[in-house]
């Protein structure tokens, strides 16, 4: 891919040698080693001498020459050059392999504008359009994982579409959001996570980056470096992402054109340990209905039909199932069955994805066009998809010789159903993984009889509703929750722009850039009148809109005083307007329950329209020079003067984003370089800021809703339309964020290119970060938004690159191998003692920003411990839970690294990305409920002791083992209990079903259940096979097949006991770590076939 | 610098949210008045009222985070909530409601604000002691409001409703006559009986027998039931169901059950139950509680009775104390009068207690406040008491203490079970040094005293007092 793109920067500036005829003249084709394709625009030279030519669109070339023992040099950049005698062959065919060091590599800066690598003075990661195509990730930024040094990417899970989050060198903003601003050709996009302030529950979302076909990119950079990133401002504080699609190409003429197929089949690769022992129940007795599973153990029943009741004393009547059979309420287990309730949602899901693109050109203009259609059938048994469809054209043309005209346009519809996950009785894993292992989903629905026989059509059942007599599920049986609730999303996207680009003069460019992003995403949520999450039902709609324009003007001067001395300057100017609007209604409570989606099927008291609309605008002026010294010494700096409507009137509104950066390149002083033949010095320094989300400088004064702690709530509207103002006061002077980093690193190449090192240490710091902050409630307001806090980042990044053997056959092996470690540290928060992040999980159980902590560690409850590290207990030795909250965990890594393999052997291609993260936690709500529900894995081990142990070991609830009437007594006197012997200091006490559903479990206390969640991976192993020889190409007329087998995940290694830990309840959101019931995440194997003509 | 201040200009006059007020001036005071009062029901039947209703003997914690507070296990963050709704979403818009009633001469909105600020300093001091007062809701002026003693804060409370009185009597324009007041639609009347008997329940908090005896007196407190001061709901989730419905039946079924004190205080089925040969509690039990579970329990002893036609079926009539559009108590004809026979009996006046008494024996003789069904299909009985009934062997006297003891036992009593799930209940039994011996939870000596700070609070304010849970607010230091 790289190759593509670096032609697109040299097509119109590489030229071009008059040919004079000679006495030999030799023709021949040059295509390209890894997959085949034929290579336009090859500088063919005699070598020599400066006669030389260029290959045509297809490759091919002819060169007369008069030399006798002539050499032809093949030359193209970003590929290795290649001598070729000539001997008295008449066809000289060349397949040309990528420089794997990329010698001269180009880049794209912030800005967008091609840039020369070995010249800056910072250093960004590129990932190559093939390498996230290759990934087999259906959304770019999956794609991206394990592939750029220090960016550290999180999917919100494995349900189709779910989006990312993208972390570049550690958080470094509290209130606002973390996800670095995406460029794409030079026009900022949206990657928006609109999560609806559902943060613990609703549906994994998407991230607005993956609406892109993967198959459009030619490159990603990844910009780390504040002093690269300084342009953008007050965007750039989370580094910059610049993508740059694919561009058609000079191919005098000839339509090139490409078609991919990709299947995918897709299964669960990790979900939390249950078990099967211990059926539903309490002290070991089986009880009807009950919401855990502490009943007797399941081996020890008769077997066969459970007793029911069925009249008198206990009848409750019965459900009556579609299979004919009957379930009502039980008074005795005897089954013996049990039930996975672990993986029965899921099945293996899969997708198909085609694509077809078209590109082609001439000398003057140029075309490529793709369409792709992606259609997923998520790992969720039903109602779990993901479709996308993406069109675009990119066009470019010459209007004169001095004038060049382009617009980039792409078109995505993406559409997806989703199920419900995480804290909500409606979530496919709290329902499922807390249900009795002795207990059936599979029955679903049937129709419910009461005691009266009086029938209810379709009447959920579930394990605390065994058989339909409740009102209420309770929880909702997840085979039910997966046909009957729907979560809809539609988008609707076009993004594009348009770059005219004048050069003035020889030494003056003028280039305008203007461009648009435009979506609407209607969501829907359908909540069936018999699920838990709202009894009665409900139906959410709403559309959400998103538009952005931006406008970028700017000069470019280029001058050289001498061939030592030159430099460039660019002025410029950034125009950018951003609106979102929200439009919706709830309605709920449906009159008639099984009706399709409509408000007017609701009491219009029970609904519910809102609507929300911000704009922002951001203006700014900037300056960019750079100047070269010698050929070795490269400085750049940068300045953006910029205003934004996010200020009040009050507040200054004006501020300045300077950078700075030298790269040296000193082995220019070498005469010897056949060890070290490249080697370059850098060091930046560099201010970015974020700038305050809209309208916190005034406060506001909403319709009245007096929401209690646990959920219940009043309103204004039905109490004769009460107003309030709100309990946040506006900050009038409101500031951005600004983060300060400076950064120095070196890049060397040995042997000739084939051994490349790079290391990367930087620091920032950021000040006046934005945070909530708490007022005295008796001030009469409860929070204001203030620049209150400050954060610092350190962190260094390696990347080692060797190509360990490289024969002249063609086979070449090569290692790509990537090391990051940050250090984040809170270094202020203005007293508070702990700031709780957006997303960042419960009440209790939480990821919080903590003054001298790294930020996002995990808080809440945990047993209170003296100094020497002793528990504090109670009466009966059981450790005590400490009287506040505090940091209990940390999700932070230690480092992360990634070691990719690609071997290499004429058209076949064999790599592996092997990823891992050491260190960092997660706090494992679900573990901590299962505990409590007696569904863990753990809570299955019996032990047995001694009578005289019985008689004198202490269960929680401060009976003994022998007293509390859940164990049973042995024939030799022993008692065997459901639970283990502990012991927190105090002498030996028992964990039993009394200690596990109070203080032991989750619900009570959350420190015991923060894990260790490194891990490690084979992120990817993709095998391909190119045919692109010459009698496979005469024979099929094509320019090569590529077939391909690509798995993701294929292994996983962690001490974490619950699903992936590569995974975060909230989602993108800035609280880390958090996991409770979400849906799991998944393994794949893909097979890829590809086609050029 | 040309360029960027050109930036200015295409960047200024979005700065405020299109959509929602930053400017209060466009909206009614009458708005703010509503809003707040939206925040009083908060305040009076919200989340804490649950919470010290477990400890009161009145529910218990079945499930998750609600057992561990039943036992007292509790932080300074489980009283956010309360404390917000009283100074945030009470009092900074009461205090909007009267910078602005002045100017409008709208002293009707005056001095309902008042009361309603009275109401407000009142229940911070009876539930926490040392409150902000006198420098509370200044922001940005003060930042941290100083703590005021509980004593001057009560007295401060006595002052607002007679502020309010006289504001009420006030004549205002005829625009003022009607108002979206949800109390009592702007009875001037109406309030006035409501500030005196709030005056009542806070000299009564004080222990200011004959201040409190004066203000129930049925000249001066709510004299009739149809004045009672009544949260109204309604059958919309989210918007204005009854809190305890909602929290019961749709928010965390199952957390909260009543396996507690009072309804075996008053179920006949108890042996040492309250009910004797003039009294049967039969039909209150039921419209209270649910004996038996069955609604959000498959089974326990007692549970909340939330029934309501609309989501059970139960039929018109029927709607249970905590259904989800039952009005929920605040100030009541029915505690005026038992502040009266409280006040009464503590300053020795034996036969108006039991006349006080009496006439609130009589209104629930017929029927009292329970719904209709439940006075039809069950045991109802308020006969009159008579003096012999509190003499040493009578059948309120059966340990044999002075009359007069007796008689205020059976008033707590009275009040206990009349106030039920309210937050005077709790007052009560932390003013009367739980003289109903409502039970204490095994490994604690006594029921919490107060509610502690709340984090939120003592995070940002250094003048927050130390105190704990089990330290009586001052005005209970002194025996009953």
Not at chain 1, 994 to 1004: H, I, K, L
């Amino acid at each position: 891919m790289m190759k593509k793109i670096l032609l697109c920067a040299v097509v119109f500036i590489s030229f071009l040698q008059g040919v004079q005829a000679q006495q030999r003249t030799v023709s021949g084709k040059v295509t390209a080693l890894d997959d085949g394709t034929t290579l336009p625009g090859v500088n063919v030279v005699v070598k020599g001498t400066a006669n030389g030519t260029v290959t045509d669109a297809n490759g091919g070339y002819t060169i007369s020459f008069s030399e006798p023992n002539a050499v032809l040099v093949f030359s193209f950049v970003g590929m290795e050059t290649k001598e070729v005698a000539v001997s008295s062959n008449a066809t000289v065919d060349v397949q040309l392999g990528m420089d794997v060091t990329q010698l001269n590599e180009v880049v794209v800066n912030a800005m967008g504008d091609v840039v020369p690598k070995d010249r800056l003075g910072s250093a960004p990661s590129t990932v190559s359009g093939t390498a996230i195509i290759s990934s087999g990730e259906t959304g770019i930024l999956n794609g991206l994982a394990g592939k750029a040094p220090g960016l550290n990417l999180t999917r919100n899970g494995g349900d189709p579409g779910a989006g990312s989050y993208i972390q570049i060198r550690g958080q470094s903003t509290i209130n606002g959001s973390v996800q670095p601003l995406i460029v794409i050709d030079g026009m900022p996009m949206f990657n928006t996570f609109q999560d609806n302030g559902n943060q613990v529950d609703g549906v994994q979302q998407q991230s607005r980056l993956n609406d892109l076909n993967p198959e459009d990119i030619a490159s990603v950079e990844v910009i780390k470096s504040a002093s690269a990133a300084a342009l953008w401002g007050s965007r750039a504080a989370n580094g910059v992402i610049v993508i740059t699609t694919k561009k058609g190409m000079n191919s005098k003429g000839k339509i090139n054109v490409s078609y991919s197929g990709t299947l995918s089949f897709d299964q669960v690769n990790k979900v939390p340990e249950l078990q099967r022992t211990f059926g539903q129940g309490g002290d070991g007795a089986y009880v009807y209905n009950t919401p855990r599973s502490w009943g007797d153990k399941i081996s020890e029943r008769s077997g066969g039909q459970d007793t029911y009741i069925t009249s008198g004393a206990g009848y409750t009547g019965y459900t009556q199932f579609a299979d004919g059979t009957q379930r009502y309420r039980i008074s005795q287990k005897n089954s013996t069955e049990t039930y996975d309730h672990g993986k029965e949602a899921f099945q293996t899901g899969h997708f198909l994805e085609n694509n077809i693109s078209l590109s082609g050109g001439n000398e003057r203009s140029n075309i490529f066009a793709s369409y792709s259609n992606l259609n997923q059938e998520g790992i969720v048994m039903n109602n779990s998809n993901y479709k996308r469809n993406t069109a675009r054209v990119n066009a470019s043309t010459m209007l004169t010789d001095r004038i060049q005209l382009a617009a980039n346009m792409s078109f995505s519809g993406v559409s997806s159903n989703r199920i419900q996950q995480g804290s909500n009785l409606g979530g496919i894993f709290l329902g499922g993984l807390r249900t009795p292992p002795d207990f059936d989903n599979s029955f679903t629905e049937g129709t419910y009889f009461n005691a009266e026989g009086v029938p209810t059509l379709n009447k959920q059942v579930s394990f605390r509703n065994t058989n339909g007599s409740a009102g209420n599920s309770g929880f909702d049986n997840p085979l039910w929750t997966i046909n009957h609730n729907k979560n809809t999303s539609t988008v609707n996207r076009v993004l594009g722009n348009i770059e005219l680009n004048y050069e003035l003069t020889d030494w003056l460019t003028l280039k305008g850039n203007v461009g648009v992003d435009s979506y609407s995403d209607r969501q829907t949520e359908f909540v069936n009148a018999q699920s838990a999450i709202l009894p009665g039902g409900a139906y959410t709609e709403q559309v959400i809109t998103e538009a952005q324009w931006n406008t970028n003007l700017y000069a470019t001067g280029k001058k050289r005083f001498s061939d030592t001395f030159g430099g460039s300057l660019v002025v410029g100017f950034n125009y950018n307007n951003r609106q979102f609007n929200q439009t919706g209604a709830q309605g709920v409570g449906f009159i008639v329950p099984d009706a399709p989606p409509n408000f007017g099927n609701t009491d219009p008291n029970n609904r519910i329209p809102f609507n929300l609309a911000t704009t922002i605008k951001t203006a700014a002026s900037f300056a960019d020079l750079n100047v070269d010294f010698a050929n070795q010494v490269f400085i750049n700096l940068t300045g953006r003067a910029e205003s934004s409507s996010t200020f009040g009137p009050e507040a200054k509104s004006l501020f300045l984003y300077p950078s700075a950066s030298v790269a040296w390149q000193f082995t220019q002083l070498m005469a010897n370089k056949s060890l070290l033949n490249f080697g370059k010095f850098r060091v930046s320094y560099g201010v970015v800021g974020r700038q305050p989300d809209p309208y916190l400088n005034k406060t506001l004064y909403n319709t009245t809703s007096f929401v209690e702690a646990w959920g219940g709530t009043l309103t204004g509207g039905q109490y004769n339309g009460g107003y309030s103002v709100s309990t946040t006061v506006g900050n009038p002077v409101i500031r951005p964020e600004r983060k300060h980093e400076v950064e120095g690193g070196f890049d060397l190449r040995f042997l000739q290119d084939r051994v490349s090192v790079s290391a990367t240490a930087f620091y920032n710091k950021t000040t006046d970060v934005i945070l909530p902050v708490n007022v005295s409630p008796s001030t009469g307001y409860a929070n204001t938004v203030a620049n209150a806090a400050s954060i610092e980042n350190k962190g260094l990044e390696f990347v080692v690159e060797p190509t360990w053997v490289k024969t002249s056959s063609g086979f070449t092996w090569s290692t790509s191998f990537m090391w990051s470690n940050y250090r984040n540290k809170v270094l202020s928060l203005s007293g508070a003692e702990s700031v709780f992040l957006s997303g960042g999980g419960f009440s209790d159980g939480s990821s919080r920003a903590v003054e001298g902590k790294p930020l996002g560690v995990l808080w809440g409850t945990y047993y209170d411990q003296r100094e020497d590290g002793s528990y504090v207990l109670d009466e009966n030795g059981f450790p005590k839970l400490a009287p506040g909250e505090g940091v209990i965990g940390n999700p932070n890594p230690q480092y992360r690294m990634s070691i990719g393999n690609t071997l290499r052997f004429k058209g076949l291609s064999l790599y592996a990305l092997f990823d891992m993260q050491a260190g960092g936690q997660m706090w494992n709500g679900t573990r901590g409920a299962l505990v409590n529900y007696g569904t863990a894995k753990s809570t299955d081990q019996e032990t047995t002791i001694s009578a005289n142990d019985a008689a004198t070991i202490k269960t929680f609830d401060g009976s003994t083992i022998a007293d509390a009437g859940r164990a049973t007594q042995n024939g030799d006197g022993t008692y065997t209990f459901r639970g283990t012997v502990g012991n927190y200091g105090g002498g030996q006490v028992a964990l039993d079903q009394a200690w596990y559903t109070a203080t032991g479990g989750g619900f009570n206390v959350n420190g015991p259940f923060v894990e260790k969640a490194n891990w490690s991976r084979l992120r990817e192993v993709t095998l391909s096979y190119a045919f692109n020889g010459a009698s496979f190409r005469s024979a099929t007329r094509l320019q090569g097949i590529t077939i391909g087998i690509t798995g993701r995940n294929l292994a996983l290694w962690t001490p974490y006991s619950g699903i992936d830990p590569e995974t975060n309840l909230t989602g993108a959101n800035n609280g880390r770590g958090i996991d409770y019931f979400q849906n799991p995440n998944t393994k794949s194997i893909l097979f890829k076939l590809t086609i050029t003509y | 610098m040309m360029l960027a201040s050109g930036c200015n200009e295409l960047t200024e006059g979005y700065s405020t949210d299109p959509v929602n007020i930053t400017d209060p001036s466009v909206i009614a005071t009458g708005s703010f008045l509503t809003g707040a009062q939206v925040g009083l029901i908060g305040a009076y039947e919200g989340d804490i009222n649950r919470l010290v209703g477990m400890w009161s003997g009145y529910f218990s914690g079945e499930d998750r985070q609600y057992i561990g507070l039943s036992n007292y296990g509790v932080s300074g963050r489980d009283f956010n909530g309360e404390w917000a709704a009283i100074y945030a979403s009470v009092l900074k818009n009461t205090q909007i409601v009267k910078s602005r009633a002045h100017v409008e001469k709208n002293f009707r909105a005056l001095g309902i604000a008042q009361v309603m600020e009275a109401m407000s300093f009142g229940l911070a001091a009876d539930l926490w002691g040392d409150v902000p007062f006198s420098e509370a809701v200044r922001y940005p002026v003060i930042t941290e409001p100083k703590f005021d003693n509980q004593a001057s804060v009560y007295n401060a409370v006595q002052i607002l409703l007679d502020s309010a009185i006289l504001n009420l009597a006030t004549t205002v324009p005829t625009a003022y006559k009607t108002s979206p007041d949800v109390f009592f639609g702007g009875d001037d009347a109406a309030w006035t009986k409501v500030a005196n008997t709030l005056k009542a329940r806070y000299y009564l908090h004080v222990r200011d027998y004959d201040n409190a005896a004066i203000y129930s007196d049925v000249s001066m407190g709510i004299d009739d039931p149809s004045g009672n001061m009544m949260a109204p709901h309604g059958p919309v989730y989210l918007q204005q169901f009854n809190l305890f419905y909602s929290f019961t039946t749709y928010d965390r079924p199952g957390y909260m059950g009543a396996n507690s004190f009072a309804p075996r205080l008053i179920d006949p089925a108890e042996a040492d139950s309250r009910n004797n040969a003039k009294t049967s509690e039969e039909a209150r039990l039921n419209y209270y509680y649910y004996p038996g579970g069955g609604l959000n329990f498959a089974s326990i002893a007692y549970e909340p009775n939330v029934l309501v036609d609309f989501d059970w079926g139960s039929g018109e009539g029927y709607d249970g104390f905590f259904g989800a559009n039952t009005s929920f108590p605040m100030v009541t004809f029915e505690e005026n009068t038992l502040i009266r026979a409280e006040a009464l009996a503590k300053t020795g006046d034996f036969t108006g207690a039991l006349d006080a008494l009496n006439e609130l024996r009589s209104y629930y003789d017929n029927g009292g406040y329970w719904s209709a069904g439940y006075e039809a299909d069950f045991d109802s009985q308020y006969d009159p008491y008579l003096a012999t009934d509190f003499l040493p062997g009578g059948i309120e006297n059966a340990d044999g203490v002075a009359s007069i003891d007796a008689l205020v036992r059976e008033v707590i009593e009275e009040r206990y079970i009349t106030l039920l799930g309210q937050l005077e209940g709790y007052n009560d039994i932390r003013r009367t040094n739980n003289l109903l011996d409502i039970p204490i939870k095994v490994g604690s000596a006594t029921l919490p005293l107060r509610l502690l700070y709340p984090q939120s609070e003592l995070n940002t304010n250094n003048n927050v007092p130390t105190v704990g849970l089990f330290d009586a607010t001052p005005a209970n230091t002194t025996p009953y």
